[in-house]
């Protein structure tokens, strides 16, 4: 009989990846967790082999425990950009404590590391879950827990940073000077999930820092004009001041997040992913295949 895994924000970019790569091989039976299962995504992902999708919602603990019934294990992302508080904190601590009541194995929650003490000042989508991260690393007598740390993914590039200057040229208005930032194609982080709960005895109770890339923002440029043309990136080595000038919600804690890169104290482990998923993808092989993206 399968084992039964559970994934929270499964119609997300983060948590359907993980969906899709349990759900594969018939290995695990997904509950794939949703506050809307009516939703287009959802009845996309209840299309899916070996997955049924349910209704919960991090706030309400009654529903937490009534989809962790049964389960082995379960798959935590926690939204800071729901809220914009520290209800992040407060949820995946909740999440915890229902995990270890419904006497779950293993949780593999999506964690990250304190930027506070690093740069003196918050980051706050890095500290809450953190917070979460040090409260389920504090109880692995009671269960198995991984934290996963993922890098910014690939899909921010053209998402988030992309801004038009004129007819087929594109700026990238990183805020990154001369220092590198790890990235990721969002896609094989469900791989490394299930590579973690493949092997608990090997990556349980850890904390697993994984990237597909390591670039600089000219490295960026030259990869993604390799394939663009006649369309054309450039670089725009935007200043911490004048990203933090695009005012929309949240920017102050993307700002902070972008010091703490300039650090050059993030640590992310290229090896070690390799080892989760040998097939994990570079930048530039992400860039090949997602073209459109770039247009």
Not at 13 to 33: C, D, E, R, T, W
Not at 79 to 92: I, L, M, S
Not at 131 to 143: A, F, R, T, V
């Amino acid at each position: 009989m399968s084992k039964i895994i559970s994934v929270f924000g499964a119609t997300g970019s983060q948590g359907g990846s993980v969906v899709k790569a349990l759900a594969k091989n018939g290995m695990y039976s997904v509950k794939a967790i949703t506050r809307n299962p009516k939703s287009d995504k959802a009845q996309t992902l209840s299309k899916l082999n070996n997955v049924t999708v349910h209704q919960a919602d991090l706030d309400d603990p009654a529903s937490i425990d009534k989809v962790l019934e049964g389960c082995y294990g379960s798959f935590l992302v926690t939204d800071f950009a729901a809220h914009f508080d520290n209800r992040e904190t407060k949820q995946g601590i909740s999440f915890v404590d229902s995990a270890i009541k419904n006497k779950l194995s293993h949780i593999v929650f999506s964690g990250l590391e304190h930027v506070e003490p690093i740069i003196n000042k918050p980051c706050l989508h890095f500290d809450y879950k953190a917070k979460i991260e040090d409260y389920g690393l504090s109880h692995k007598d009671k269960i198995t827990f991984t934290s996963i740390r993922l890098p910014m993914y690939n899909q921010m590039i053209p998402l988030m940073f992309k801004h038009k200057l004129e007819d087929n040229q594109f700026s990238l208005t990183l805020p990154m000077g001369d220092n590198e930032v790890f990235l990721m194609n969002v896609e094989d982080a469900g791989k490394c999930v299930k590579s973690i709960f493949d092997n608990p005895d090997k990556y349980g109770n850890s904390i697993i820092p994984v990237a597909g890339d390591k670039l600089k923002g000219k490295e960026i440029e030259k990869i993604i004009n390799k394939y663009v043309a006649p369309v054309k990136f450039l670089y725009a080595n935007t200043s911490l001041e004048k990203f933090r000038s695009f005012g929309f919600p949240g920017v102050e804690d993307i700002v902070n997040m972008f010091e703490y890169y300039q650090t050059g104290k993030m640590h992310r482990d290229l090896n070690l992913t390799k080892e989760l998923y040998k097939d994990v993808e570079s930048f530039d092989q992400w860039v090949a295949k997602n073209l459109h993206l770039f247009k």
